[in-house]
Each structure stands twice: as C-alpha cells, then as structure tokens.
C-alpha cells in the first residue's frame, strides 16, 4: 500500500510542478518499489546547458591548449551558477543518511547523487531542473563473454592487428605516439604491466597512480579482473613490447587510466561522464572508450552522453568509441538502433556520402574486422545506420524516410586479437569485439598526433577517413565505415607541425579583476619563451569583449627572439576607460610565426568591468604600458592637446593658484 501511494504521490508532483523538472518514468517504477531509505543512483539535468555554437565562436582564433581551457571554463562557470541551489540542497543532508556521492559534473550540466525517494521528489522541484532520471549500474561492455582469461607468453613478435594497420611502417618515420596523452575509460589499467609501465601518465600528488577510478571514487585506477578488459585495450594502444609481444599501435603513448567500470564491466552513465570531464579537464589528446549501451540506450542516456561529446568537440579532442558487438542480433537491436550509445552521436566531420547532414560531436566510431586477406568484416560488428530524429533539442539525422546517420566511421582489427594481460606483468591474452577494434583506431590517431599535436577532431578525422582502404560498399557505408583504417596512409597524409614553438602566459596580479565604472587598470606578467628550434616569433595581446568581438592589439605586436629555453617576463599595465560596457571580458595574449590567427600558442585571463563607479578619476585611454620586450617601442606620454596653463594672480605672488 505504501509503495502505490508513492508512485501516485510520483505523479501528483510531476503534474502539479509545471516549471519543475521531471521524474523519469523508469526512476517513478524504481521508487515504487524502493524503501523510504534507499539510496538511489540519479542523474539530475539542468534545463541551462552549454552552446556548442557560442563555445565555436569564443575559441575560433585560440590554439588547441586555450581552447579547451576556455571551454571548460565557460562550462565551470555555467554549472557553479545554475547547480548551486542543487548543490546546497544535498549538501545540507550530508550526514543524515539521505544522500550519498554528491557529484557536480561540467560537461554536461547535471549533480550524479544517490539519494532516497523523498530527496529525490525534492530535487525535481527545483526550476532549474529538467529531469531527475535513474542511473542503474548495468554491464557495458558490448555482449563480449565473460570467463576465463587465457594466458599466452609473450613471444617476441608484432600482433597482427598492429601489422594490420601498417603501424611498423609509421615507427620507421619516427612517430611512436610519443608524449600524446590517451585517456583509457574503461575497467582500469594494470598500471605495473611491463609493456606500459614506463609511460603511464604523471598525474602528480593529486594522482599519483596514474588517473582515478569513478567506478569507487579512489584513487587507484587497477584494472582488478576477472576480465582485464581495460589492461587489453591499454596494451592495444600502448604496448611497447618490454615483456615479448609488440601489441601496441603507438608504443611510446602516455596512457591515463580513468576506470569508469568495475573488472566485471558493469558501471553508470554518471561515472562515464564523470571520465569524459576528467579526461578534457586533465589535458589529454584524445580519449577512448570500449563499451556503451546497448539498444542505443534510453532518451536520458542519448540526452547526456551527446551533450557530453559536442562539449568535448567544443573543447578540441577526439573520442574513439566501439560500435558495439550485436551486428548480428535483430529484435531490440534492429536497425536504427544497433550501435551502442555514445558509439551512435555524430562524428567531428561528415564524410561526402553522409548527404543527409545534422550536428556534429567528437565521437570516432569503431567497427571490427578479422585476420583474414583480404580483411572482412567481423560478424558480430554493430552497424548503423542510426537517427536522432527525435532526441532533444539536436532532432537530426532523420531515418526512414532519410538515411538516418551513417556508422561506424571506421574499422579496424578486432578479431583474437593479442594485448596485454591484467593479472601478470609479462602476460598477455587474446579478446574479441569492437572493443578491440577502438584502441587500434585511438593507437592511429595517436600516430598522427605525434607528427602535428595541433591536429583537430575533425581533422583527425577527415583524414582517417580519407585516407582509409575502402573494402565495402564504395564509399562510407553502415558496415565498414569509410573501410580499413590504415596509419601509414593517415599519417602521410597529416601536415607536419610548426617546427618552432613559442609559447606564451599571462598571469594577472592580484585576481579577480574588477574595474571599476570610470575606469581603471590592473597588472598582469607576460612571460615568452621559445622552447626551440631558435627562430624569432611574434607576441601580441588583444581583449574580447562581452558581446564577443575584439580589440585591435593592446600590447605589440612585437618581434622576439629569445633563445631556446630562456624565458623573457615583463611586468605590464593595462588601461581600461571608461567608456567600455560593463561585463565579463577576457585578455589574450598570442604567439605565433607571423601576426596571424589562429597562433600556435595562446593565454588568456578573465576581468571583469564593473557598472558601479568607485569615486576614482575617470580613465579615458585603453593603453598598455610597463616593461618593453626587446624591440618594442616605449609608450610615449598621453597628453592632452587641450591643456592649457594658467595662474591666477599672474604674474607670481608669495602665494598662487
């Protein structure tokens, strides 16, 4: 009788707050049936999320590196101010027993918590919510069995699926994956494994063992079995062959281990958003995942992973993400829902043949092929094509009529393939599924990115596209993708780097800023350094204001040349009159070969000018003045072509005015 009143007292309250959010009906069934106690994963969304269109346009003239700081920091921004009332709310319970796992995320706008019923009736009332949804811990990773692990000895060869792709080729040109960072989301990473241990990402005191793991909220990302899924896939990106076997595409890649689920492969939504907002705020490349929902998940699960995915486009990394292992599977699985979500959200570039076109996101999808010559596709390969014709707020790629959205993107080797073994340091084992396949394809991108780290998603993946050797339907097809991935071909075809790199910071003095109505100043350091080869750069700064348009430069530009290695600070002022409107701004600094945009490198600080005016002189000049760099002209003095000079009573007594 208690659980019936529940749900009624479930619909009463969805009904009734018209401006609130709502309760998913899957989370309505889940309460029914739950004690007044229970802890209960949810999702709560906020109604205000990012725009991809606005974060474009804000970093359209910014390296890669300001890029993302810049659209992570308009996403911080956007959580703190919207989540907080949230935040306070659940917080307040802290200790009593009602909540649990507070977790505020920015890359898509949403708190993870467990919370029981009660807590979860009041959080949908908030009207900044859009929905309070359940987030079950389900099994992620693409039907692939579950069993012993076999023990293979590392004999010292190259693993096909590495020759497959003509990775050795790509090492004799000199690219190995060296210094690109790949976030590896999956069941954690035997981090002591003898083929990645040498090259596992620095995390610092903060993260001492290489990433961090969201499926137990510790620090210790272990891929502890019984599958040693994650350790398989590592290896499949990064092993350099200490222990036998070269199983790796791009051995000398930092791997950063982000568990998202447990050894067995179950895990939540939250925790894979949570590993996304961890790999984009910790600066990697690119990021990977091998696994997902299948059925193309629910309208909840699409919502939040697409929202996900645009956001980490907007911030500049590509996201290589399995197809998914039910290609062979109807019913539930029937076209157009296949491919495991997010493996079915856009790609960064839309192939010629995708002539139906609609939005676009950060995720590379990943098909299987098997050891076979020619190469065929494995059976077992999910395949699009897929819709989101009817999600929230994208409505695109509609299907059937339309040809819906083409996946995968990609395929590659997927088949007994040879990786790294999770429960013995020189051990290796041999795995199937899309799963496989995704490391592969991130091992190429990593190649690539070794010979030009600017590269972008899209770019990234046009030319893998491109570039691919087509073995279906001529042209991109929901089997193949664009065909065989092919890393000699890919990396041929990526434009080498800007040898020099110059780089630039700007610290401000004593943030946050705030200048006052009638103007003001505020002093900030900004510090060149040329980190080789010798050539002289140009340095210049310019401000953005509120509504999204600049200044011409306020600081240079000027040449430099310093040496390799020798940093060049200067201690500077920067004016703001009067006459600039109130709001947020933010100051730029660049470094580039030539005065051009975008730069190779890029620093930025925020300030703010306030619309109340604090009694202070009224500042009529936008002057940026201090210590010169080497060749940079000294300011002359302002001075005002009315001055006049008087002196009353003239000519001169004692005492005058």
Not at 108 to 130: D, G, R, S
Request: glycine letters at 10%.
């Amino acid at each position: 009788m208690r659980r019936l009143a529940l749900g009624l007292f479930c619909i009463l309250a969805i009904s009734g707050a018209v401006m609130a959010g709502t309760i998913t009906p899957d989370l309505v069934a889940k309460m029914n049936i739950s004690s007044a106690n229970e802890l209960i994963q949810v999702n709560v969304t906020m109604k205000e999320q990012g725009d991809l269109a606005l974060m474009q346009a804000m970093t359209q003239d910014m390296d890669k590196q300001t890029t993302r700081q810049v659209v992570m920091q308009y996403l911080t921004d956007l959580s703190q101010s919207t989540q907080v009332e949230v935040i306070d709310y659940l917080n307040s319970l802290q200790g009593s027993g009602k909540v649990d796992r507070i977790t505020p995320l920015v890359i898509v706008n949403m708190v993870a918590v467990k919370a029981t019923p009660e807590v979860i009736q009041h959080l949908a009332q908030f009207t900044n919510v859009a929905e309070v949804n359940y987030d079950p811990e389900r099994y992620a990773l693409a039907e692939e069995p579950v069993g012993p692990v076999p023990v293979i000895d590392g004999s010292d060869e190259i693993a096909w699926g590495v020759a497959a792709v003509n990775a050795p080729a790509v090492w004799a040109l000199g690219y190995n994956g060296s210094g690109v960072i790949v976030g590896v989301l999956d069941t954690g990473v035997n981090y002591n494994h003898l083929d990645l241990t040498t090259h596992m990402w620095n995390g610092g005191a903060q993260y001492p063992l290489h990433g961090w793991d969201f499926y137990s909220n510790d620090n210790n990302p272990m891929d502890d079995g019984p599958l040693g899924h994650g350790t398989h896939v590592a290896g499949s990106i990064a092993s350099n062959g200490a222990a036998g076997t070269q199983a790796g595409v791009a051995p000398n890649a930092i791997i950063m281990a982000i568990k998202v689920w447990s050894g067995s492969g179950s895990g939540t939504t939250s925790a894979m958003i949570a590993g996304i907002n961890f790999a984009v705020q910790q600066n990697c490349d690119l990021f990977s995942m091998s696994g997902g929902w299948a059925g193309g998940g629910s309208t909840s699960d699409r919502q939040q992973f697409r929202t996900a995915c645009d956001n980490s486009l907007a911030a500049g990394i590509a996201f290589t993400v399995a197809a998914g292992n039910e290609g062979q599977y109807g019913g539930s699985y029937a076209t157009p829902n296949n491919v495991r979500v997010p493996g079915n959200c856009p790609p960064p570039w839309l192939n010629p043949a995708q002539t139906l076109t609609g939005g676009l996101s950060s995720v590379i999808c990943c098909g299987a092929t098997q050891n076979t010559s020619p190469p065929t596709l494995a059976s077992f390969s999910s395949h699009g094509p897929v819709t989101w014709y009817t999600i929230s707020p994208w409505f695109d790629y509609q299907y059937n009529p339309g040809i819906g959205l083409i996946r995968p993107d990609i395929a590659a080797p997927g088949n007994i393939v040879k990786s790294c073994l999770y429960n013995n340091i020189s051990g290796y084992t041999t795995m199937s599924g899309t799963s496989m396949a995704t490391p592969h394809v991130a091992g190429v991108l990593a190649l690539m990115l070794d010979k030009n780290i600017s590269l972008t998603p899209r770019q990234l993946d046009s030319l893998m596209e491109i570039t691919a050797t087509d073995y279906g339907t001529t042209g991109k097809d929901n089997n193949w993708g664009a065909g065989m991935i092919h890393a000699l071909n890919a990396v041929n075809a990526t434009p080498a780097g800007s040898p020099p790199l110059p780089d630039v910071t700007l610290t401000p003095i004593n943030p946050p800023i705030v200048v006052p109505a009638g103007g003001g100043s505020f002093q900030f350091n900004a510090t060149v350094v040329n980190n080789g080869p010798a050539s002289p750069f140009v340095v210049w700064a310019r401000i953005k204001y509120p509504n999204g348009t600049y200044t011409a430069p306020t600081l240079g530009p000027v040449t430099v040349n310093p040496p390799t290695g020798v940093s060049l600070t200067r201690l500077r002022t920067q004016s703001i009159p009067s006459t600039y409107p109130s709001g947020s701004y933010v100051y730029l600094g660049y470094a580039n070969l030539s005065f051009t945009y975008p730069a190779i490198d890029s620093s930025f600080f925020s300030f703010t000018k306030s619309a109340v005016a604090d009694g202070g002189p009224i500042v009529t000049n936008s002057q940026c003045f201090g210590e010169p760099f080497p060749g940079e002209q000294p300011m002359a003095a302002s001075i005002p072509s009315d001055l006049n000079l008087a002196a009353s009573p003239n000519p001169f007594n004692p005492a005058t005015t």
